[in-house]
């Protein structure tokens, strides 16, 4: 218990030493460049950290952890509330998310279910690179669609599944269409970044173990992100032409590096004393509540 709780005390050290050289950064950049400058508004954007993003950050980084999804998912809306735009977003909450995944990929790969990962690259990718293209000649318009009304009642439907026996088996007879449902996943996130929702719906009803659950669910999800980062930048340097579409309307500075940082510890805090002390049996029904109160928050938002 001491060795733990000794090694506990020296991450929480190191964290706070963070927060203060953080602190210190924000306050030296606010006093000498923010004040009584003419270029207050540039010379400040470097550097411009937002307390609520931190919130969302700390809160949704301690859901992927744990599920493999929960950046893009709840984080993205969220964020949507602050900075209006999916462009303001992506750039934030798409490092982070990687970030979180490699963790999970590199400590797991061996449990990855290689033949849903191959259905995920070859068939859903294509459909979010084409639909992240769409949103950003629209401006991200499509957010208001209402489309996650539906994927919310899709989610609280497969939460129960364990409750209904025929539950279970019209999901069987949904899975059979298992191309289609890819595809749609991969429209849906290209569209609102909310694929997440379909992807952990369906590994859970594969009923995989704990760390082939996560695992698989993570390299699928770091995937989606992965390439719409690379979209991002192809569309950036101007190699995807998207007419309307401004460079300078992404949201790059160097508080989505300290945001990066913030999700990455919170990841190793969660990994170390909350996701190995869950056993296969505790993971799947805290997995199945994670779906149904998804799905509500999907559904309330849509309203």
């Not at 969220?78 to 990687?98: A, G, R």
């Not at 859903?124 to 499509?142: C, G, M, R, S, Y």
């Not at 289609?180 to 173990?209: D, Q, R």
């Not at 699928?220 to 309307?244: D, E, H, M, R």
Request: charged share 15%; with cysteine; hydrophobic share 55%.
């Amino acid at each position: 218990m001491r060795t733990r709780a000794g090694k506990l005390m020296w991450i929480l050290i190191k964290i706070a030493i963070m927060g203060l050289v953080m602190a210190g950064i924000i306050i030296i950049n606010r006093k000498y460049f923010m004040e009584g400058s003419e270029c207050a508004g540039i010379c400040s954007l470097p550097l411009d950290i937002s307390v609520y993003t931190l919130i969302v950050i700390i809160i949704t980084s301690t859901v992927q952890s744990v599920f493999g999804v929960g950046i893009l998912l709840f984080g993205t809306p969220l964020l949507l509330l602050q900075y209006e735009k999916l462009t303001f977003v992506l750039p934030i909450v798409l490092p982070i998310s990687i970030a979180i995944n490699i963790f999970q990929v590199v400590k797991h790969y061996k449990y990855i279910n290689t033949d849903f990962y191959k259905r995920i690259l070859f068939i859903t990718i294509p459909f979010v690179i084409v639909f992240l293209t769409l949103v950003l000649f629209l401006e991200a318009k499509f957010k208001h669609l209402g489309i996650g009304i539906f994927v919310g009642l899709f989610m609280l439907f497969v939460a129960l599944k364990s409750c209904s026996g025929k539950i279970e088996q019209i999901l069987k007879m949904f899975v059979k269409y298992e191309k289609t449902y890819f595809v749609v996943m991969g429209i849906i996130h290209g569209l609102t970044n909310l694929g997440g929702s379909l992807l952990t719906a369906i590994v859970h009803e594969k009923n995989y173990p704990k760390d082939t659950t996560r695992v698989t669910v993570g390299v699928s999800y770091g995937t989606f992100a992965l390439f719409q980062i690379i979209t991002l930048l192809l569309a950036v340097i101007g190699i995807i032409n998207i007419p309307g579409f401004a460079a300078d309307t992404m949201n790059i500075s160097f508080s989505n590096v300290i945001y990066l940082i913030v999700g990455v510890v919170i990841f190793l805090l969660t990994e170390k004393f909350l996701y190995t002390n869950i056993d296969n049996e505790k993971y799947s029904k805290i997995f199945a509540v994670f779906l149904f109160v998804s799905g509500i928050l999907l559904i309330v938002k849509s309203l």
